[in-house]
């Protein structure tokens, strides 16, 4: 299915890898032109290389910045002044016990996964609105509706970004202008596969066995009972770039593998 893309320019933060990376290939595969961002210099270029070589009709570019950094920020700004697609993928999780999460780590997190991918909408709304098109994605998680007490520190902000999803949504009434949220549920992201193999040292299992018997023993209620692969949220994201799609406004998107164990 021709998604209807070709040309355009998207924004992927943190696509030197894992779902980021995903979703710019999905994306370059369907016609459009990636900035592949990340704080890794050599990575990012090596992505692009990558792209440029799966998909020599696109023109992906190297789009490397820390995001955080406000001074970083602008810079990209003046790079790149517009774009028709912002996928705000980049974000940071770690498991920790609410006791030994403090002020700085609050603080850390709201920086990286709320304020840098609020800034970014900032800066491009205004300019999508002026095209009368645009995409803005939140990649958030099963954690914002699901809090599993691990992270809460990861949980609070990925719950916040379905927040600032709505609100920005208002402001696209009567535009071809989109603002939604993916929440995605356990994904095989390049650090996932390091750790169940790690997890697993028995040479003669193979990482479908592995996987399997990690996801019984630790996450039973996935009715997949496996990760999520990257492409797959990859191919979603298209989707719900896609012209296709112009009816989902505001909307938490779940693909969580059945994680969620409610109705809505």
């Not at 990376?21 to 994306?27: H, Y």
């Not at 774009?83 to 920086?111: C, H, P, R, T």
């Not at 304020?115 to 009368?132: D, E, R, T, V």
């Not at 699901?146 to 535009?175: A, E």
Request: glycine fraction near 8%; charge should be negative; charged fraction near 20%.
């Amino acid at each position: 299915m021709d998604m209807g893309l070709k040309n355009k320019t998207a924004l992927i933060t943190g696509s030197s890898k894992g779902i980021g990376k995903a979703i710019a290939l999905e994306l370059a595969k369907e016609g459009v032109n990636v900035l592949i961002n990340g704080r890794n210099e050599e990575e990012v270029q090596r992505t692009v290389n990558e792209i440029k070589l799966e998909f020599p009709e696109t023109n992906p570019q190297n789009a490397a910045a820390d995001i955080v950094d406000i001074g970083q920020r602008e810079a990209l700004f003046a790079k790149f002044p517009s774009v028709d697609i912002l996928i705000n993928n980049a974000g940071i999780y770690e498991i920790m016990s609410y006791e030994d999460v403090d002020d700085e780590v609050w603080n850390k997190y709201f920086q990286t996964n709320v304020l840098a991918a609020n800034g970014l909408s900032k800066y491009y709304l205004p300019h999508m609105l002026n095209n009368n098109f645009g995409r803005i994605i939140f990649i958030a998680s099963e954690e914002a509706v699901m809090p599993s007490g691990q992270m809460p520190q990861y949980c609070m902000t990925k719950s916040m970004l379905l927040s600032l999803s709505k609100s920005l949504s208002k402001l696209t009434i009567g535009t071809e202008v989109t603002v939604n949220t993916i929440m995605p549920g356990p994904t095989l992201s390049e650090n996932v596969q390091q750790i169940i193999e790690g997890i697993f040292a028995d040479g003669n299992m193979t990482f479908a066995e592995k996987e399997k018997q990690f996801m019984a023993s630790n996450l039973p209620q996935s009715e997949i009972q496996r990760f999520i692969r990257p492409s797959e949220i990859g191919r979603l994201a298209a989707f719900i770039c896609s012209p296709y799609a112009s009816a989902f406004k505001g909307s938490p998107i779940r693909m969580d593998g059945g994680m969620v164990p409610t109705i809505y």
